[in-house]
């Protein structure tokens, strides 16, 4: 079957004319009707997959690979950091005595030391490691989303669920928590690329929550968050005083007759996507089944300590309730609220206090979480920044942009556990061996999900674009 603008579109011969027209016009793009009905009915997505869902941990800045799982004790003094390596469960695994609680768990996770691509900024990067596609913005010209950014991994995973295997009103497939990246740095007006549906259409965007700042100087990833701060309500669809649920959908009835009236008038795929998105958005909200799965109170006060009490620890903690929910695609940002935190440049003892520990908690008690629950081998995770830093560091042990080489943790859905997967010269500043781009990554994770990368899939105009331009599937990662 064709899917084109976002739709099953069938007649009685069950390809409209409309969609064969448009089919055929993409062999002007290279690629004929025949094959790509091939490329589509080729794809069996989530059949004899070995991940059900996915846990996508982003570290926004770029954590240091000299700090975390790529110590260089051996190094000059203005290389090797202040942090000293500490015992694992991994040989040849190299990793700080700040992520001691990782060390003690890194018999359940691989590393990939030697990730790398040349897009050394912020933006670029992080849509580069979230869609497997560099970004069409050169470097500096801007920060912020555009209608024409590649579709992240979460909403390709969100189209390929949805349109074959239909709706469940009961589960969110693709959900990004604690905020749209961006939103906490409220002096800049900003809502980074990478995780959003782009040109794919807004039917497959994220569901986002939302956790407010008590002030402009607060960071909740650095302190303990209360309970009455953790709401992860749906952004866009919060109720405003006095507003119950029960109002909120009589409201959407009353809108929905006003919009019946434009629809006569502007008949337009956009607003019809709207729609879709905005109701598909109430149904979940009304469903009693997600509405539990973000409720992080009815987990014990020991697992929730052992997550951290921070934001970023209950977010990780939200995610794992959330794919026992059904969703397939969870993202947790860890956002520089600062306008810093992971991207330390001159903020480093930042990493020892708050940064480092935040991971090592919030990772090692997924990681053994998933595993007692029985869901770690039908759920990968995924935890990485979108760059890694300098190996010669300021006078502050602070350290520059560095995208040529970082680390990603990768865990479960048969990836096997105490691997390091590459080696780096004595500095962490090249790999020496095995480097992994954005386009393998990509490639890997929806191999885990039983989809081909190197398929095709269509934009609201019917024409076809790779979902990996390029890449291989990491093989050796699997056991």
Request: neutral net charge; glycine residues 10%.
């Amino acid at each position: 079957m064709l899917t084109v603008l976002g739709q099953r579109r069938f007649a009685c011969d069950r390809i409209s004319r409309r969609t064969l027209m448009q089919a055929g016009g993409t062999g002007l793009l290279g690629l004929s009707l025949p094959d790509l009905l091939q490329a589509e009915s080729t794809q069996t997505p989530f059949e004899s997959a070995r991940a059900k869902s996915v846990i996508f941990l982003f570290l926004f800045g770029g954590p240091s690979q000299l700090e975390t799982f790529d110590l260089k004790p051996d190094a000059p003094a203005e290389i090797r950091g202040p942090f000293k390596p500490t015992p694992s469960r991994t040989p040849g695994l190299v990793i700080s005595d700040q992520l001691s609680r990782c060390a003690n768990v890194s018999d359940k996770f691989a590393v990939i030391r030697t990730m790398s691509h040349d897009f050394n900024d912020h933006s670029g990067g992080g849509h580069y490691v979230q869609t497997g596609h560099r970004w069409h913005v050169p470097i500096g010209s801007g920060f912020n989303v555009t209608p024409d950014d590649w579709p992240s991994i979460g909403s390709v995973v969100k189209h390929f669920s949805m349109h074959h295997h239909g709706m469940d009103d009961s589960a969110a497939e693709y959900v990004v928590v604690p905020n749209y990246l961006g939103r906490m740095q409220e002096d800049l007006p900003l809502r980074r690329p990478g995780e959003t549906a782009g040109w794919l259409g807004r039917a497959y965007d994220p569901l986002n929550t939302r956790i407010d700042k008590r002030d402009k100087k607060d960071n909740p990833y650095w302190r303990h968050c209360s309970d009455e701060e953790l709401t992860f309500a749906l952004q866009g669809l919060q109720p405003v005083g006095g507003l119950t649920l029960d109002r909120l959908v009589r409201r959407a009835s009353l809108l929905e007759q006003f919009n019946e009236q434009r629809r006569q008038l502007d008949d337009h795929e956009t607003v019809t996507s709207l729609d879709q998105f905005r109701q598909r958005a109430l149904t979940l909200v009304s469903s009693e089944k997600v509405r539990e799965a973000f409720d992080v109170r009815r987990e014990t006060d020991q697992l929730r300590d052992q997550y951290g009490r921070n934001l970023f620890g209950q977010s990780t903690l939200v995610a794992r309730r959330l794919i026992e929910a059904g969703t397939r695609f969870v993202t947790v940002h860890y956002d520089a609220v600062d306008g810093y935190s992971w991207d330390s440049h001159r903020n480093s003892a930042d990493v020892k206090k708050h940064l480092l520990p935040g991971l090592d908690h919030a990772l090692s008690a997924l990681l053994t979480d998933l595993d007692k629950r029985g869901l770690l081998d039908e759920t990968l995770v995924v935890a990485m920044g979108e760059m890694g830093r300098t190996p010669k560091a300021n006078k502050d042990w602070g350290r520059d942009h560095w995208s040529t080489l970082f680390p990603v943790v990768v865990a479960g859905a048969g990836v096997r556990g105490g691997v390091v997967h590459g080696q780096t010269d004595k500095q962490a500043a090249y790999a020496t061996t095995n480097p992994v781009s954005p386009e393998d990554l990509a490639t890997t994770i929806y191999h885990a999900f039983g989809i081909d990368a190197h398929g095709r899939i269509t934009d609201r105009l019917g024409r076809p674009h790779p979902i990996v331009d390029g890449g291989r599937i990491l093989h050796e990662l699997f056991g």
